[in-house]
């Protein structure tokens, strides 16, 4: 291997290693070790006293972790919150990439565009601006009791609902976009030979377009999927107290109780979960870069 | 595809981007409010923008954020160019799936997962070898040249594998060396792809609140850290007149760019963020 070329890589393979590999190691180690009044706050897991060396693994973090409910509850509802934010999300933005890729060439690009755009603006901000519209004194609510069909306020903000609201707004866009790269590279000819066998057009839809655009579906899935799964600005600006969520609990743990190794271990238990999603994104995302 | 779009899927369309637009839409509006309540309107007044280039923290927090965002684009963009032609134009080489998945990862990454870990990578390199000793902008920095690294790479791999090999071959067999094919030939033919990386991690580095607030130290303060905290409190039209400035700013730069990618290379645009 040349000089230049090995340059070329180690560069940012050694960056990537130190600072996106490396990090994960640590964290699984002090998740092992116990919560401390020092600076850092946690033990270390080797010890040097009479000439020996202890190697002290704490596996309470994992224990407790499983023994209070809080933190299964949390894995589970935000799995569940995720995954129907996630479909959601494919419903709605399936018609809006299958429009778009059927345009002509010259608005496909304007169109794709107006998709992207609002997600340059800070994620932050797009959230806030549900709260208020959400709100019970927010716009719909206002809307509403002014046209005279609710009277009461309806509570939307600090709910389950609001949370699928923001998910699907904020990760719109990461739907739309491998679903109309996948729909843009459909053979033609494949669609009109099986109109031209006489297949009306849902049937076309439903036994050519549907299966040839999995590759998409799934890649946009999991670029939803996985991030919300771990989301916290959306639970915690637009949830409600009973709306658990593991990335809420995770921060909480860190800034609130400040317990690292209990961070550290709902981190890689979530790690652990979100394993095959990833591993399934990183597949589609190597095809990708194959061809 | 075909080239008719139906009235249905015209309605469709515009549905959509009514739910996408009509939020940001209100809080512009919203920004001119002369009433405090961010939800009742109580008469034109750009009183709130007045407020926001008073307020000290905010412009501190707005220039540190900057400065970051720059620095961290600017790296991300050769990190993430070196990282796509070692991906597309290196063939095999050991440990290349490794360098793959480490590209992929952090596109979908939980942002609490990443800020937790580089904070305890940095907390145990402090304890080990002394650097880097306090938090602050540049551990932020380090964070975000890492995680806009993977967005970078995606974009400009997307370009590289696209463009027409045989350029790159032309110079090699005329006796170019590696690096001269690389800034003579390469570089200017992916140069649109550079610039919509550039941005994306600009972007994705000034957003950034959840990485940004495990990494930071007292005194690197950043925009969004000052917005969640002011949030928290509750709503302000001064936040709105902070978004209306940022949508303003993102859609000039945005549009900008994308007319200059148009006009570079006529046949097809790759827009920003167009693989991820």
Known sequence: MSWGRKSVISVPYLWLTLFFLAPFVIVFKISFSEMDYAIPPYTDLFTWADEQLTLTLNLGNYAYLFTDDLYIRAYLSSIRIAAIATIICLFVAYPIAYVIARAPSATRNALLMLVILPSWTSFLIRIYAWVGILKNNGLINNFLMWLGIIDQPIAMLNTEFAVYVGIVYAYLPFMVLPLYTNLMKLDNSLLEAASDLGAPPWKVFLTVTLPLSKAGMIAGSMLVFIPSVGEFIIPDMLGGAETLMIGKVLWQEFFNNRDWPVASAVAIVMLLLLLLPITLFHRYQARELEN | ?276
């Open chain 2, 1 to 276: 595809m075909g080239k008719k779009v139906s009235s249905l899927g015209k309605t469709y369309l515009t549905l959509g981007f009514i739910f996408l637009y009509l939020p940001i839409l209100i809080l512009i509006i919203f920004s001119f409010n002369e009433s405090k309540l961010v939800t009742m309107w109580g008469g034109f007044s750009t009183k709130w923008y007045g407020e926001l280039l008073n307020d000290k923290q905010m412009l501190g927090a707005a220039w540190m954020s900057f400065k970051i965002a720059f620095l961290a684009a600017s790296s991300a963009v050769v990190l993430g160019t070196m990282a796509s032609i070692v991906m597309v134009r290196m063939g095999k080489f050991k440990g290349k799936a490794a360098f793959a998945s480490m590209i992929t990862a952090p596109l979908v990454m939980p942002e609490v997962i990443t800020g937790l870990s580089l904070l305890l990578l940095f907390v145990a390199m402090a304890q080990t070898i002394g650097w880097p000793a306090g938090r602050g902008m540049l551990t932020i920095l380090i964070a975000h040249v890492t995680f806009c690294t993977a967005f970078v790479a995606v974009v400009v791999s997307s370009r590289l594998r696209e463009m027409d090999v045989s350029l790159e071959e032309a110079a090699r067999d005329l006796g170019a060396p590696p690096w001269k094919v690389f800034f003579l030939v390469t570089l200017p033919i992916i140069a649109p792809a550079l610039v919509s990386g550039w941005l994306l991690a600009f972007t994705l580095s000034l957003d950034d609140l959840v990485i940004a607030s495990f990494v930071s130290g007292p005194g690197s303060t950043t925009l969004p850290m000052v917005v969640y905290s002011s949030v928290r409190l509750g709503l302000s039209p001064k936040i709105n007149a902070l978004a209306t400035i940022i949508v303003l700013l993102a859609t000039t730069g945005v549009l900008t760019a994308w007319w200059l990618a148009r006009r570079v290379e006529t046949q097809s645009v790759n827009l920003p963020t167009g693989d991820s």
